[in-house]
């Protein structure tokens, strides 16, 4: 399956480049906590993510429309990730909020799971919601798009992606190359939501995740690609603590 994870959260950075954290060792998911108190959340937190989706409740109908332009592909090598930046003017609107598209980046494993089956790798695509008109910054929310992918047919775009990835700590810009991250969504647009928070430090809570329930593919050259980079770059399911995940058709 995959995922569509939708964040509402007061902007803050995907990731914290001040304080040193990983996947494994001293600096792992279970310590993150314990490494400064910006990260307390990590580990004291009610609403965290990611979970394992199950026992679901029906919904309201889904309600996401897309407008996604083509963009200079920039990759990012940032040392937990490979990331993509995106340019302005591309947009989602869920339920009559409308988020601008910043970067999309990926996990593997996949960080959520689905009747505690995870897929072998996640994509999320993180925006910034665009304040209405009276609004102050202080009222802008994040939106992370998460899909689920699946080994099968590759996936073009994530080909040219994967081209010029470029060493660990540096970007890499291709002027000549573009893309469309519309090409990174699954046809139907029925998703899972449930209330959490960033998978990574600082752990920031207040997160509406919302989770598409169809798969993309990418081959299995395209998964040893990343995972010989990153074989483990995914935080482990959190407690639900009696919240409702629902389904949206």
């Given at each position: 399956?995959?995922?569509?994870?939708?964040t509402?959260?007061?902007?803050?950075?995907?990731?914290?480049?001040?304080?040193?954290?990983?996947?494994?060792?001293?600096?792992?998911?279970?310590?993150?906590?314990?490494?400064?108190?910006?990260?307390?959340?990590?580990?004291?937190?009610?609403?965290?993510?990611?979970?394992?989706?199950?026992?679901?409740?029906?919904?309201?109908?889904?309600n996401?429309?897309?407008?996604?332009?083509?963009?200079?592909?920039?990759?990012?090598?940032?040392?937990?990730?490979?990331q993509?930046?995106?340019?302005?003017?591309?947009?989602?609107?869920?339920?009559?909020?409308?988020?601008?598209?910043?970067?999309?980046?990926?996990?593997?494993?996949?960080?959520?799971?689905?009747?505690?089956?995870?897929?072998?790798?996640?994509?999320?695509?993180?925006?910034?919601?665009?304040p209405?008109?009276?609004?102050?910054?202080?009222?802008?929310?994040?939106?992370?798009?998460g899909?689920?992918?699946e080994q099968?047919?590759?996936?073009?775009?994530?080909?040219?992606?994967?081209?010029?990835?470029?060493?660990?700590?540096?970007?890499?810009?291709?002027?000549?190359?573009l893309?469309?991250?519309?090409?990174l969504?699954?046809?139907?647009?029925?998703?899972?939501?449930?209330?959490?928070?960033?998978?990574?430090?600082?752990?920031?809570?207040?997160?509406?995740?919302?989770?598409?329930?169809?798969?993309?593919?990418?081959?299995p050259e395209?998964?040893?690609?990343?995972?010989k980079?990153?074989?483990?770059?995914?935080?482990?399911?959190?407690?639900?603590?009696e919240?409702?995940?629902?389904?949206?058709l």
């Amino acid at each position: 399956m995959i995922i569509l994870l939708l964040t509402s959260l007061a902007i803050a950075p995907v990731w914290s480049d001040s304080i040193h954290w990983d996947y494994d060792g001293a600096e792992s998911p279970e310590n993150w906590g314990k490494l400064s108190d910006k990260f307390k959340l990590c580990e004291l937190g009610k609403t965290q993510s990611p979970i394992n989706i199950k026992n679901l409740s029906i919904g309201s109908p889904a309600n996401i429309e897309f407008d996604y332009r083509s963009t200079p592909l920039e990759v990012v090598n940032n040392g937990h990730s490979i990331q993509v930046n995106y340019a302005k003017g591309s947009t989602v609107t869920i339920d009559g909020e409308k988020y601008a598209l910043l970067q999309f980046h990926f996990h593997s494993p996949s960080e959520h799971q689905i009747n505690a089956q995870p897929a072998p790798m996640e994509l999320h695509l993180v925006h910034s919601r665009i304040p209405k008109n009276g609004e102050t910054n202080s009222a802008n929310q994040l939106a992370v798009l998460g899909v689920m992918l699946e080994q099968g047919v590759a996936n073009p775009l994530i080909a040219e992606v994967w081209k010029n990835i470029p060493a660990a700590g540096t970007t890499k810009k291709v002027s000549t190359s573009l893309i469309n991250a519309i090409n990174l969504l699954p046809k139907s647009k029925s998703y899972f939501s449930y209330d959490g928070s960033l998978t990574t430090p600082p752990c920031s809570e207040g997160v509406k995740w919302k989770v598409f329930t169809q798969p993309l593919t990418i081959s299995p050259e395209q998964i040893a690609t990343f995972t010989k980079l990153y074989p483990n770059d995914a935080r482990p399911v959190q407690r639900l603590n009696e919240r409702m995940v629902e389904l949206h058709l």
